[in-house]
């Protein structure tokens, strides 16, 4: 969703305030779809600070759906997002300007909000401290039933020997 901020910027010391609704049900980042679960209104509080010069104040409230690393279970994750920020339009090497969330004098507001939240998703994300995951021999969802399959890995070091063992079987 874009906001104009052509009456903010052009009239001096005025401060508006917006409250702006997401519309993307799901954030995409390096191959994987994070569903949202749940949303809330994008709250801005806008004010022109000087000629082409605002100070943005933003806060909004996630929740996305992620996976557990372990056993592939759902974990919903919730994400708290504020910024405050002073943005110069007439600076071209301001970041903003560079990153493109403000094109003209519309500001992007969901293209801001997923680039605050890409780099707060958890790399490793557990549904539980003590997730027991999958069983790699046959699947199964070690949380919620023991499926008896031999867990023992046996010594890399001693493959070796148990090959030579395997070999010289008396039958």
Same mark, same amino acid.
């Not at 994987?32 to 409230?61: C, F, M, R, W």
């Not at 021999?137 to 070796?160: E, F, I, L, Y």
């Given at each position: 969703?874009?906001?104009?901020?052509?009456?903010?910027?052009?009239?001096?010391?005025?401060?508006?305030?917006?409250?702006?609704?997401?519309?993307?049900?799901?954030?995409?980042?390096?191959? /994987?779809?994070?569903?949202?679960?749940?949303? !809330? +209104?994008?709250? =801005?509080?806008?004010? %022109?600070?000087?000629?082409?010069? @605002?100070?943005?104040?933003?806060?909004?409230?996630?929740?996305?759906?992620?996976?557990?690393?372990?056993?592939?279970?759902?974990?919903?994750?919730?994400?708290?997002?504020?910024?405050?920020?002073?943005?110069?339009? /007439?600076?071209?090497?301001?970041?903003?300007? !560079? +990153?493109?969330? =403000?094109?003209?004098? %519309?500001?992007?507001?969901?293209? @801001?909000?997923?680039?605050?939240?890409?780099?707060?998703?958890?790399?490793?994300?557990?549904?539980?401290?003590?997730?027991?995951?999958?069983?790699?021999?046959?699947?199964?969802?070690?949380?919620?039933?023991?499926?008896?399959?031999?867990?023992?890995?046996?010594?890399?070091?001693?493959?070796?020997?148990?090959?030579?063992?395997?070999?010289?079987?008396?039958?």
């Amino acid at each position: 969703m874009l906001i104009n901020l052509s009456k903010i910027l052009s009239t001096p010391s005025v401060k508006e305030d917006f409250s702006v609704p997401l519309a993307f049900d799901a954030i995409q980042f390096m191959g /994987s779809n994070y569903p949202v679960l749940d949303k !809330q +209104e994008v709250l =801005i509080q806008a004010e %022109n600070t000087g000629k082409n010069k @605002l100070h943005l104040q933003i806060e909004t409230k996630l929740t996305l759906s992620l996976s557990c690393n372990r056993c592939l279970d759902e974990v919903p994750w919730e994400c708290q997002i504020q910024l405050e920020k002073d943005y110069d339009k /007439s600076d071209k090497n301001d970041e903003w300007n !560079q +990153e493109s969330f =403000i094109e003209g004098n %519309n500001l992007d507001v969901e293209r @801001l909000i997923s680039s605050e939240l890409l780099p707060k998703i958890p790399m490793k994300v557990l549904c539980k401290e003590n997730c027991k995951g999958i069983c790699p021999v046959c699947g199964t969802n070690r949380n919620k039933k023991d499926c008896g399959c031999d867990q023992s890995v046996p010594d890399p070091r001693m493959a070796a020997i148990q090959d030579i063992f395997n070999n010289f079987k008396e039958v």
